[in-house]
């Protein structure tokens, strides 16, 4: 990556790595370094937050909501259509950020810039919709209706293979609903977040609002999730990380809206469009480098097909273009760090020793980067490794004799985020979105399993946390619901028909 498409977006080789209306740097703060996975090189770095530093940005988001939660919703909209043209005018340099930073080929590293684009253009049409009910009252002369508030600062805590798109889904929805928003980024993209930041502090300069979008870094994450000044966690990351801070939320009783693990699967029919299969699966699961959350990590083939669709997978992994992911030509990347390559070997190894056959990749490659050969491994869907998973471009393929069967395995793992089915079968696919079918927050027909477009709610169940994010209703997590009842006439009936004297 280029200095100068840093020096373009204002981020400096070593920089302050907590905003709440200015750039706040402690002398002795320590250092969180940036290290670019293609190459194993540090690209720059950030001062990390202090206990103190972090006090003060809570105080200062808390001020400015306080003021913003009285702005009206589609005033709140504009700031936040200002910060989307900033995001387009930027696109090229951040995609370039994005893929020097965490690893992704130029066109996904441009697209997630695009997803946040499109987020801020939802949230503002969002920022005239925010609709309330009214209900019909029993008692004469009353009114009874909903109606929805401003929640508070919320705290948002993202991962590192979405490092821009996840936080739009969050901040541009929570802003128009009238929070402030406190950023809390991965520590493996911190100039990323310092970017964007510095976007948004363009735009909000001069507005009296400078503190709703603010960014705190490591290790302050734990004492968002605590405090009580923030009634709102969002946290994107494994399922492990999404059990603690659900038990150090609620024991506070806040709420918490949690995107975790996805473990995904998908189904292929035997009256399945073959090439389609193929293209949609090679996608989902090398995408990324296998590291999204909606990444396809099972399939279940039918019996009839399984050595055809096998056959063509292995031919594509053969030609898959793996390097650089900043060349054009190339379409996987590098996993994010050596941890991670260790992780891939260690779930290979246990797969071999659970019964499974390794019939494509999975060796690390010769480079000074983070690079391996996405594997695909033949093994029985209930091999224990295949309920867990593992970020990495590891395919796991059985086959079926019955959707019966293999609804039964795609269903047995903790995990539900992403599904889908390949089929021509109105029938199939109809047993597979009905309630006794897919039990995942997304069920795709004749598409692969990730791609979400934001319209639509995006999360998932059981182990992946329940969340809710994006589009769709999903901006009522970020708003209290208010129940009023209004009586305009001169008596006072109750409800129930209880007579009280």
């Given at each position: ?186 520590s493996h993209a911190p100039l990323t977040s310092v970017a964007i930041t510095r976007l948004c502090a363009e735009v909000m300069d001069g507005s009296g609002f400078e503190s709703i979008f603010s960014l ?44 975790l693990g996805g473990n995904n699967g998908a189904i292929v029919m035997e009256d399945a469009d073959v090439d389609l299969v193929t293209r949609a699966v090679v996608f989902g699961a090398v995408g990324t ?83 391996v050969q996405p594997a695909i491994v033949w093994i029985e869907p209930t091999a224990p490794i295949t309920h867990t998973e593992t970020f990495a471009p590891i395919l796991y393929v059985s086959s079926f ?101």
């Open positions: 990556m280029h200095a100068d498409t840093m020096a373009r977006l204002g981020v400096d080789r070593h920089h302050a790595g907590t905003f709440a209306g200015e750039w706040i740097e402690s002398l002795d703060a320590q250092q969180i370094e940036s290290i670019n996975p293609t190459t194993g090189e540090p690209l720059g770095s950030i001062s990390a937050t202090t206990e103190d530093e972090y006090d003060l940005v809570v105080t200062k988001a808390q001020e400015a909501f306080e003021r913003w939660r009285m702005i009206p919703a589609p005033q709140r909209g504009e700031y936040v259509r200002q910060i989307g043209e900033a995001l387009r005018d930027n696109k090229s340099e951040l995609g370039s950020l994005v893929t020097a930073e965490v690893g992704k080929i130029t066109a996904e590293g441009e697209g997630e810039v695009q997803e946040a684009i499109d987020m801020a253009e939802f949230a503002v049409g969002l920022s005239r919709q925010l609709y309330g009910l009214t209900m019909a009252s029993e008692r004469p002369h009353h009114r009874l209706f909903e109606q929805w508030h401003p929640l508070g600062p919320v705290g948002v805590i993202t991962a590192f293979n979405f490092p821009v798109a996840v936080w739009s889904w969050n901040a541009f929805v929570a802003a128009v609903c009238g929070d402030a928003v406190i950023w809390k980024p991965s705190v870094s490591d290790p302050v994450g734990r004492a968002m999730v605590d405090d009580r000044r923030i009634p709102l966690i969002s946290a994107t990351g494994s399922t492990e990380m999404g059990r603690d801070v659900s038990r150090r939320v609620s024991d506070r009783l806040g709420r918490s809206l949690l995107e480098a296998g590291q999204r959350c909606t990444t396809l990590r099972r399939l279940f083939v039918h019996d009839s097909i399984a050595e055809e669709v096998v056959g063509r997978l292995k031919v594509a992994y053969e030609t898959l273009p793996i390097g650089d992911p900043s060349h054009p030509d190339n379409l996987v990347g590098p996993l994010i760090s050596n941890q991670a390559m260790e992780n891939m070997q260690r779930a290979l190894a246990n797969a071999v020793d659970q019964g499974g056959h390794i019939i494509a990749g999975g060796e690390p490659m010769e480079s000074p980067g983070y690079f004799a019955s959707l019966d069967d293999a609804m039964s395995a795609h269903n047995a793992v903790p995990q539900g985020l992403s599904s889908a089915i390949f089929t021509d079968s109105l029938k199939a696919a109809e047993r597979f979105l009905s309630a006794s079918g897919s039990d995942c927050g997304i069920a795709n027909v004749n598409a692969g399993t990730s791609g979400a477009e934001i319209g639509g709610a995006f999360g998932g169940e059981k182990d992946t946390g329940g969340g809710r994010e994006s589009g769709s209703d999903a901006w009522k997590a970020y708003m209290r619901r208010q129940t009023v009842t209004l009586n305009w006439g001169d008596d006072l009936p109750l409800a129930q028909g209880i007579d009280f004297g």
